[in-house]
């Protein structure tokens, strides 16, 4: 049996076959000379690695020794550089050229790698954190036009939003015990129509019954009772804004129903620590009205942490519906308008403060259109088709941002960018045609229309369409307008009427917005922040000496920005510094 069974291993066992020493192989990827000479890790991006980068040094790869690979794997090379170089040209018509690192003051931009994706592409939402936006004020005011200014310090908004003096804040008082009978109801109404029906994140059944709780058994420490005084919270500052719009909001922010108002807050944060170690629907929701409530009172640091706590609340939802499952249905269809809200309002917020230059959020968004919550179906259609239409214009401008910012720059052809910008305004175009009467931001003669120049119920809706729709025509122009205002723009015809049409935003911009230029909301302090920006813009165009570029009567636009600021001058911190940038320049 024993020989047997040697005889059996030996068939089994097969020699080593020594053919592998004639196909010597070498590691297929090499790190570059600079990271070789540190001894550093190399993460081989090309066209260059991220640590070259850093240093702002040129990446250099040295070429591969290809004479001792074997036939089959130097035609495999062969292929795969013929690949390569097809796709380099299909995706973005990129003739070869030594990368740059980034740098806020380049004219255009590329991918960062070939086969980027398609301009309508999904996948181009996905924020990249690791790049900062440089559309805002301060990389405006360290354009080399303002180099005289000597601004240093100034430049840090951070810095600036937390140099107030905690001790100018009134203190709260307290919360009358007949409120929910009395007060609470006008309040929550309020809040329904000025707030919620611009951020659907609840339903309106369930918030009445947590009132219904709280009359009956009083206000808890828990996430409902948070909720409700967060609710009457933004109620109380949207009533004094209904009450008060010819009032400095210096006077406002010491006035009985401006500290009722942070009463409740108050009252509200003192339940927060309860929340923080819990990821449910309710939380979610506090923390979310938390940050409104920071914004319309001019706190932006502080509501962007709101934000981000609100989103690592929604990380614990389980995205996955339940088929048949109505209650499941209800569920994640709140989950997915809060998860939503929360994306748009943080990113915004972090690209403005420029806050995190990497982030630890995955944060795009489930599905490709929510289903809006059921109580917005029985308001009426119109507020339906604005949450739609909101979030398609988002994605739109989430798209611009990716493509066109967020890419590492490199010499090459203004064509690709052309095109791009182009097809961009195609979208543009098209999401205007997909509006309802009730919202078309187009005259009878395709023209647009200023959202103040009607007045009905969907007013407000217009008004924040409108403005979304600037902000991605902004994106679209910039590299075009920092061109020329380097003197580094190319001389055709696209790339000059793109610099006139980005300058000539500027103007569009605060013009559209000058009618709520004294309204608090959500969205008053970035509306500050792009007005002013804008105003910077044409100032520097007009240094620049772009004067075939400006339209007549520039610097009364500006002059509105300046009323703006002096209004506000009281409440936001960075505002005053802003101020006194812009009356120096106009002088």
Known sequence: MSGVADAESRKRTKPVSNDRNLYPRKRAVQACRTCRRRRTKCDNEQPACTSCINLDIPCIYEEKDKSTFDAASLAILQRLDGLEDLIRSSASGNTGGQARPTDHVSSFTTPKQPGSPALESPALERPDASALCHINIETVLCWPIFGDLNLDRRL????????????????????????????????????????????????????????????????????????????????????????????????????VAYREADGFFFAAQKRMGVLLCRSGLVEAQCFFLAGVYLMATMRPIEAWKMFVQALACCQGFPMQRVAGDEQSEEVTQLQESIYWTCFKSELELRLELNVANNSVWDLTYPSFFPSPPKGLKSQNEAVWYFYLAEIALRRLGNRILNYIYQYQSSETSTVSLVDAVSNFEHQAEGWLASLPPALSLENADGNMIAPQDTNDEHTALRFILSGHLIDCYEMMYWPFVVAVIHGTLPSDTNSQSFAKKGIDMCIQRIDKNENGFCKRHHGTWLMIRSCTRSALVLVAASRAGLTTLLTSGWEISVSKVIDMLRYWKGEAQDVPDRLDILENLMK
Not at 173 to 196: C, M, W, Y
Not at 207 to 228: H, I, K, M, Q, T
């Open 156 to 255: 840090d908004l951070r810095y600036l939003l937390q140099s107030g003096n905690p001790d100018s804040e009134p203190s709260p008082i307290s919360i009358t015990l007949d409120f929910e009978n009395v007060g609470a109801p006008k309040l929550l109404q309020r809040f329904f129509e000025e707030v919620h029906i611009y951020n659907p994140v609840l339903e309106v059944e369930t918030v009445e019954e947590y009132v219904r709780y709280a009359r009956f058994n009083g206000l808890g420490w828990d996430a409902p009772s948070c909720l409700l005084l967060l609710a009457y919270a933004l109620g109380s500052i949207y009533a004094i804004q209904k009450s008060s719009e010819s009032i400095p909001p210096s006077d406002i922010r010491h006035s």
